[in-house]
C-alpha cells in the first residue's frame, strides 16, 4: 500500500476503464475534468459526441444545401443492412447502371465491415435499410454528371429507413458515403459495436464538377493496391478525378500491346509495369468509387525513357536528348528526353498509343496530353530538328520554336481525332509557355484545348485565359503541390493552406481543380500521410467551397481522418492527439 | 581479362546458365542469360571501374541467348568499394569481387561458449533467429533456385558478462568469410563481447544478396573486416506522448536502427500531453493521463520492447520529462490528494508554456520527490538494471536542458531532485543533450565546463521539421524539411571546429566529451501512421555519421545509401524516398 492507494497489477488495471467524457457546448465537443471509470452514457464519448456535435456531424465535405441531424444514435451491425435498389429507368441501357449502383452498395457494407472490424457486436437487431432511387441510365461520370443526392434516415423502432435519391448512381454513392460518415464505432475492451445518427436529411451537390489528385507513377512506379488504396480515400472523400500522370522521361510503366516496346525500355522493371488488366481493374475499381481516370501521356516533353528504340526499329529518332548530360543545359530534371516533333514516326506511334487507350478507357473519356516544360535548348540542339526548320523557312529564335512545339500539340490531338473518327473532344494541357495569355490564341484553340493551370495564387494567369474563355483546371502551385517542402526552396503546404485556397467560380468557366502529389520524394511507403488528409481539406473546397475557414473545419477533418485511417489509409497526423482531444485549446 | 570459369561452372549444376565473358572494361564476375520472365526488359548491369559506379545498360543484342546480364543488387555488391555496406566500416575491409551461392535452407551456427545456460547463450539464440528471420524477410515472394553452399556461422567471443550496452562498452567485430573445397561457406564472427558479434551478423546480411536473373542467394567468397563505432551514442528519441505508438510500431523502430547499428533508444515516455506509462506505484496516472485504456504501456509491454531491443544490441533510456513538460496523469495528484503540479492546462496558454497544454512540477513540494522517486526506481528496475549489472560506472539519463532555463534551474537550485537521480540512478554526472543550433555558443560552453555532451541540434537532427504548422497556415518552427545530406553531414567534429573559429574552446579534447548523437522525432505532427517514412531513410544517415565518423562527403555515400534504404524496404520498414528511382538506377546522373 501507498498513500495514494493500492498497488494494483496490470490486469486490475486493464480492467480499469480509463473513459473521459465529453459534452456537446456550443457546437464543441468539451473534455469534463475527470475521467469516469463506470461505464457512462456513450453520447459522452468523444467520437460520438463528433458525431452529432455542430451542424455538420462529422460530415466530410459538408453538404451545400440542407442538413439536419438528430443528436439521438442508435447501435446497428453491418449482417442487418438491406438494400432496395431501384432504378426508375426501365429500359435495357439501364442494365449497367444497375449493376453498378449493386456493386456500390457492396462497397458500402465492406466499408462499414471495416468500420468495426474488430469483434464487432451485436446490441440491437436494429435493421438498416437502404432504399436508393435513382432515374439515369447513366454510367459514364463526366464534367456534365449530375452528382446531387438527397438522404433521409427516418428511425422506426427497430428499423432505420434510409432513403437516398440521386438523378445518377454517383449522386446515389455519394449518398451512401454520406450515409457512412453518420456512423462511428465504440470501443468495448477488446470488442466494438456500431451505431448511426437515428433520424437525418441532407440534400446535397458539390460546387465543382472536377475534383482531382494527381498521381505520378513514372517519378516513381505505384503499386496497383496503393492506387486502389488512393481510390477508396478518394472515394470517401468524394473526389471524383484521379489524374494518372502515368509517363514522364523517367519511364514508361504502361504495357500497351500495340507499342510494347515502350514499357519494354522504359519500365524499371519487368514487375514496374501495368498491363492492360491492370489498368481496366484500375478504372473499374475507381468507377465505382465515383472517380474517373484522366490518364497524362506527357510530351512532347517529359518523355525519353521507353522511347530509346525508334533508330534500331527504323522509326528514326522517336525521343531527342534521352539521358542527356549536363542535364540542366536540356531539361529541367534529369533525365531529358523530348519527343522529336518533325518526325513523322513520332504521330504514327502516339496514334498506335492513343489507340490502345482508347479501347481501354470509357467512350468518351479526356485525355490529358501534357504539355508542360519544353526545353527549347533541347531541340535547339538537335541537328535533325534545327535542319528541318532551317528548310521550313523558320529560324531559331522562341517564337518560331513556339510555332514548332504548337505545331506538335496540334497534330498529336488531330492523331487523336482520327482514331475517335473524328468525333472532337478536347484535351487537357498543362499552362506553359504556350499559354501565356498574350499569345496562347494564336497557338491553341480554346474549343480544343482546356488548360490546367499550376501558376501560383498571386498570379493572373488563370483570371486572364478565362477572360478569353479558355476553360480551365486549377492548381495552385503554391497551395496545391503536395510534394512541395521535401527539396530545394520549396515549402510544405499544411492542410488548412490547401483548405484557404479559394479558386475562380465554376460560372467563368472553371471545371474545378486539383491537388498533384508528383512522384520525386514519394512511393508506395509515403504517398499516404503526403495525400491525406491534405487532398480531404481539398476535397471540401471543392464540393462545398465553403465561405468559413479551414479553423472551422478542424475537428471534422479529424475525424474524416481517423476514418481514413479505419479504412486503412495511413494519413498524417496533423496536431498532438491532445489536442484532438481537448477541443478549442489548441488554437 | 579475366577467367570465371570455374566458379560459373559451380553455379551452372543447379540452374541452366550460359556463361560469357565481357570485355575487360566493364567485367564483373557475373552475368547470366535465361529465357525466364525477369529478360523482358533489356537492361543489364555495368560496374564503372574508374567512378565505381553501375550503370545500367541497354543490352543491344537482346534477342542474342547468350547476351549476358547482371543484376543491380549483385553489381552493387561488386562495383562498390564498400560491398554496399552500410554504416561503412572503420577498419580493415577486404570483400573478393567473387560470389558463391548459398543455401539458405542450410545455415549451422557454431557457438563455443563455456555456459550453455548463461543469458549470453539466450542472446545469441535469439541472434540466429534474428538472422534468419532477416533472411526469411528479404527473400519472401522470391523464387530462390534450389541448392547452394552450406552456411556456417561461427561465434567467438571473448566477454560473456557483457550483453547489453553500457556507456564505455567495446562494440568491435571481426568477420571472416571463407569459401572451403568449394561447398561451405565459413563465416567467423569475432567479437570482444554480444555486441560486437550483433553488429557482425548485421554486416553479414548485408553481404548477403539474391541475385534476381539467376535466381541464387549470393555472398562473396572472401570477406575479412575488422569494425568499431566512432561514437559510441547513437540514438533515436521517440515522443510517445504527444501521440501514442503501439508496441508493434516501436518494435519496428528497434528493428530499423539495428538495421543501422543505432544503439540507443532514448523513449520520451511522457509529456504534457499524455502519461501512457502505467505505473505500479501509481497506476492512476495513466488511468488519468492516457489517451484511452488501449494507448497505455503496462510493465509487460515495457519488458516486452527492453527484451526486444536488447537483441538488437539497443539500450533504452526513458524519459520522464521534468520539471516542466508535465501535466495529464499529473492531475490524479491535485484532484485527489495535494498540488504537485503547477499552472496544468492554464489558459490562455501562451502565458504559461510554450505549448498547450501547460504544466510544471512544483518544486517546493516534497510530494513531487516522493512520487519522482517511486517513478524513477520503477524505471530503474525495468529499464536500466542491464546496465548497473553490467558494471557500467555511468548512467545517462533524460536531457534535462529541455531548455537553458531549466539547464539553469537543475544547477543552481534543484539540488534536491538531483539528489533523488544520484540516489536512484547513481550517476555521478550529467550528460548534457544540446538542441540548439549546431553554432550555438552553448555548445562551446557546456564543453569548456567539461560536460560530456550528446548533441541533436535541432537544425540537423529534428526530423519532424518542415511540415505545416499545427496552428495555423505556416509552416512548423523548425522549418525547412532536413535532408538526409544534411544528417549525414552533421559531423561533431566539424561543430567543435567551426565553434572554435568562433568561440575559445578550453577543453583539452572537446572531442572526446561529445559522446554522439541522437535524432528526434516529436510527435506533434506524426503517428505510427507516418513514423517509418519521418524517420527512415533519413536516420539512417545519422547512423553512418555516428558509426564511421567518414571524412568524405555524402555524394561519396549517396550510391550505399540508396542501396540501404532498398535493403530496409526489402524487410518491411515504409521508408520514405530520397531520390528518384530513375537516380538510383543510374548512378551519378542526378546531381
Redesign the interface.
Known amino acids: 500500500m ?4 493500492s ?4 490486469d ?3 480492467e ?4 473521459y467524457s465529453w459534452k456537446c457546448i456550443n457546437e464543441k465537443c468539451v473534455k469534463t ?3 469516469a ?1 463506470c461505464k457512462s452514457d456513450t453520447n459522452n464519448i468523444l467520437n460520438i459526441c463528433r458525431l452529432i456535435c455542430g451542424p455538420y456531424g462529422a460530415i466530410w465535405p459538408k453538404p451545400t444545401q440542407e442538413i439536419k441531424l438528430s443528436k439521438e444514435i442508435i447501435p446497428i451491425h453491418p449482417d442487418n443492412i438491406n438494400f432496395d435498389l431501384k432504378n426508375l429507368i426501365k429500359h435495357n441501357d439501364a442494365y449497367m447502371a444497375d449493376k453498378l449502383i449493386k456493386q456500390m452498395s457492396e462497397i458500402f457494407v465492406d466499408d462499414v465491415k471495416l468500420l468495426c472490424s474488430v469483434n464487432c457486436l451485436k446490441i440491437l437487431h436494429t435493421e438498416l435499410y437502404i432504399k436508393i432511387v435513382i432515374n439515369s441510365s447513366e454510367t459514364n461520370l463526366t464534367w456534365d454528371t449530375d452528382e446531387s443526392y438527397a438522404l433521409h434516415v427516418k428511425n422506426n423502432e427497430f428499423k432505420i429507413m434510409a432513403f437516398i435519391q440521386a438523378k445518377t448512381v454517383f449522386g446515389a454513392r455519394h449518398g451512401l458515403v454520406t450515409l457512412f460518415q453518420l456512423m462511428t464505432t465504440v ?1 468495448e475492451n477488446n470488442a466494438n459495436y456500431l451505431v448511426m445518427i437515428k433520424d437525418a436529411l441532407i440534400i446535397d451537390k458539390p460546387v465543382y464538377p472536377h475534383r482531382g489528385l494527381l498521381i505520378d507513377t513514372s ?3 505505384l503499386h496497383l493496391d496503393t492506387i486502389k488504396r488512393t481510390l477508396d480515400g478518394m472515394g470517401h472523400s468524394k473526389l471524383n478525378v484521379l489524374h494518372w500522370h502515368a509517363t514522364d522521361s ?2 514508361f510503366p504502361l504495357k500497351l500491346p500495340r507499342i510494347p516496346e515502350l514499357a ?2 522504359g ?4 514487375e514496374q509495369i501495368y498491363t492492360v488488366q491492370d489498368i481496366t481493374d484500375l478504372i473499374s475499381h475507381a468507377k465505382k468509387r465515383g472517380v474517373r481516370i484522366i490518364i497524362e501521356i506527357d510530351s512532347p516533353s517529359h518523355a525519353g ?1 521507353g522511347w ?1 528504340w525508334g533508330e ?1 526499329m527504323g522509326l528514326g529518332n522517336l525521343s531527342v536528348c534521352v ?1 542527356k ?1 549536363p ?1 540542366r543545359n536540356y531539361c529541367v530534371q ?2 531529358c528526353g523530348q519527343l522529336n516533333p518533325i518526325n513523322p514516326n513520332v504521330y504514327k506511334v502516339l496514334g498506335l498509343l492513343y489507340k490502345d487507350l482508347v479501347n481501354i478507357f470509357p467512350e468518351g473519356e479526356i485525355f490529358h496530353m501534357g504539355g508542360d516544360e519544353v526545353a527549347i535548348s533541347c531541340w535547339n540542339s538537335t541537328q535533325e530538328i534545327t535542319d528541318f526548320m532551317k528548310k521550313e523557312g523558320m529560324t531559331r529564335n522562341t517564337e518560331d520554336f513556339l510555332e514548332l512545339w504548337a505545331y506538335f500539340h496540334n497534330k498529336a490531338l488531330h492523331t487523336l481525332e482520327k482514331i475517335l473518327e473524328n468525333n472532337t473532344i478536347p484535351v487537357i494541357l498543362w499552362s506553359s509557355q504556350l499559354t501565356f495569355p498574350e499569345s496562347i490564341a494564336k497557338y491553341l484553340d480554346k474549343k480544343r484545348f482546356i488548360i490546367q493551370t499550376w501558376t501560383e495564387s498571386t498570379e493572373n494567369t488563370s483570371i486572364e485565359l478565362l477572360e478569353q474563355g479558355y476553360k480551365l483546371i486549377i492548381s495552385t502551385k503554391d497551395a496545391w503541390y503536395l510534394d512541395h ?3 530545394g526552396n520549396t ?7 490547401v483548405y ?1 485556397n479559394h479558386i475562380p467560380e465554376v460560372s467563368k468557366g472553371v471545371y474545378g481543380g486539383e491537388v498533384c502529389m508528383w ?8 504517398l ?2 503526403r495525400v491525406w488528409p491534405r487532398a480531404a481539406s481539398a476535397s471540401e473546397r471543392l464540393w462545398s467551397d465553403p465561405i468559413t475557414s ?1 479553423s472551422a473545419a478542424l475537428y471534422r477533418l479529424l475525424e474524416h481522418r481517423e476514418r481514413l ?1 479505419k479504412l486503412g489509409i ?10 484532438y ?2 477541443e478549442g ?3 | 581479362m579475366r577467367f570465371f570459369q570455374n566458379q560459373i561452372f559451380l553455379l551452372s549444376i543447379f540452374l541452366v546458365i550460359s556463361a560469357s565473358i565481357e570485355d575487360g572494361d566493364n567485367n564483373l564476375p557475373y552475368c547470366y542469360s535465361s529465357k525466364s520472365k525477369n529478360q523482358d526488359v533489356p537492361v543489364t548491369w555495368k560496374c564503372d571501374r574508374s567512378s565505381k559506379k553501375c550503370v545500367r545498360t541497354i543490352t543491344e543484342k537482346d534477342d542474342d541467348p547468350l547476351s549476358c546480364k547482371t543484376s543491380v543488387t549483385v553489381c552493387k555488391l561488386l562495383c562498390d568499394e564498400y560491398g554496399s555496406l552500410w554504416p561503412k566500416p572503420t577498419g580493415i575491409l577486404n570483400i573478393e569481387k567473387e560470389l558463391t551461392s548459398i543455401n539458405v535452407g542450410d545455415i549451422a551456427f557454431v557457438m563455443t561458449i563455456s555456459d550453455s545456460n548463461s543469458e549470453l547463450w539466450n542472446l545469441l539464440k535469439e541472434l540466429q533467429n534474428y538472422f534468419l528471420e532477416i533472411l526469411r524477410n528479404s527473400f519472401k515472394n522470391k523464387n530462390i533456385a534450389r541448392g547452394g553452399n552450406e552456411l556456417k556461422i561461427i561465434f567467438d567471443i571473448k566477454d560473456e558478462e557483457t550483453t547489453s550496452f553500457v556507456q564505455d562498452a567495446n562494440e568491435n567485430y571481426t568477420l571472416t568469410v571463407n569459401i572451403i573445397n568449394n561447398e561451405l561457406v565459413e563465416v567467423l564472427i569475432d567479437g570482444e563481447n554480444f555486441l560486437g558479434v550483433r553488429h557482425a551478423i548485421e554486416t553479414l546480411t548485408q553481404l548477403i544478396t539474391y541475385d534476381l536473373i539467376s535466381n541464387l542467394v549470393l555472398i562473396p567468397k572472401r570477406v575479412f573486416i575488422s569494425d568499431a563505432p566512432f561514437y559510441k551514442h547513437r540514438g533515436i528519441l521517440l515522443d510517445t506522448s504527444r501521440s501514442f505508438y503501439t508496441v508493434n510500431s516501436i518494435k519496428r523502430l528497434l528493428d530499423s536502427m539495428a538495421y543501422n547499428k543505432l544503439n540507443t533508444f532514448h523513449w520520451h515516455l511522457t509529456d504534457s500531453h499524455s502519461f501512457p506509462f502505467v505505473s505500479k506505484n501509481y497506476p492512476k496516472m495513466a488511468v488519468y493521463g492516457a489517451y484511452s485504456s488501449s494507448q497505455v504501456y503496462t510493465w509487460s509491454d515495457m519488458i516486452e520492447i527492453r527484451n526486444y531491443a536488447k537483441i538488437r544490441g539497443i539500450r533504452i533510456i526513458p524519459e520522464l520529462d521534468t520539471p516542466a513538460h508535465v501535466g495529464e496523469g499529473w492531475q490524479f495528484f491535485d484532484n485527489e490528494i495535494s498540488p504537485v503540479i503547477l499552472c496544468y492546462k492554464s489558459e490562455p496558454w501562451r502565458t504559461y508554456c510554450i505549448e498547450p497544454p501547460c504544466g510544471i512540477l512544483n518544486p517546493v513540494n516534497d510530494e513531487v520527490y516522493e512520487i519522482l522517486k517511486k517513478l524513477y526506481s520503477e524505471f530503474n528496475e525495468l529499464f536500466e538494471s542491464d546496465v548497473f549489472h553490467m558494471g557500467g560506472d555511468e548512467v545517462t539519463f533524460a536531457c534535462w536542458n529541455e531548455s537553458e532555463s531549466v539547464t539553469k534551474w537543475m544547477k543552481e537550485s534543484s539540488l534536491t531532485e538531483q539528489k533523488y537521480v544520484k540516489d536512484f540512478l547513481t550517476t555521478d554526472r550529467y550528460i548534457i543533450q544540446i538542441w540548439t543550433k549546431g553554432n550555438n555558443k552553448q555548445i562551446a560552453d557546456l564543453l569548456n565546463d567539461g560536460y560530456d555532451v550528446i548533441l541533436s541540434n535541432y537544425d540537423a537532427l529534428y526530423l519532424d521539421c518542415g511540415y505545416g504548422a499545427w496552428i495555423g497556415e505556416e509552416n512548423n518552427w523548425c522549418s525547412p524539411y532536413i535532408g538526409w545530406q544534411k544528417i549525414y553531414m552533421n559531423s561533431p567534429e566539424k561543430i567543435i571546429d567551426d565553434l572554435r573559429s568562433k568561440y575559445p574552446i578550453t577543453a583539452e579534447n572537446p572531442l572526446s566529451q561529445v559522446l554522439g548523437s541522437e535524432a528526434a522525432l516529436w510527435s506533434e505532427q506524426a503517428d505510427e501512421n507516418s513514423l517509418d517514412t519521418r524517420l527512415w531513410p533519413r536516420a539512417a544517415a545519422l547512423g553512418e555519421r555516428l558509426w564511421t565518423n567518414p571524412k568524405t562527403d555524402w555524394k561519396v555515400a549517396e550510391s550505399r545509401f540508396l542501396t540501404q534504404r532498398e535493403r530496409m524496404v526489402s524487410r518491411n520498414i515504409a521508408c520514405d524516398v530520397a531520390e528518384m528511382l530513375w537516380c538510383y538506377q543510374n548512378e551519378g546522373h542526378c546531381y
Open positions: 501507498n498513500r495514494y492507494g498497488r494494483i497489477n496490470e486490475v488495471y486493464i480499469t476503464k480509463i473513459r475534468d475527470l475521467p471509470t470501443s517519378r516513381h512506379f523517367h519511364s519494354k525500355y519500365a524499371y522493371s519487368p525513357n530509346q534500331s539521358n548530360n542535364w534529369p533525365p517542402g521535401f527539396y515549402r510544405y503546404y499544411n492542410w488548412a493552406t484557404n512522384g520525386e520524394y514519394v512511393d508506395d511507403f509515403a499516404d500521410a479551414s485511417i495511413k494519413a498524417e497526423a496533423i496536431i498532438p492527439e491532445w489536442c482531444e481537448n485549446l489548441c488554437e
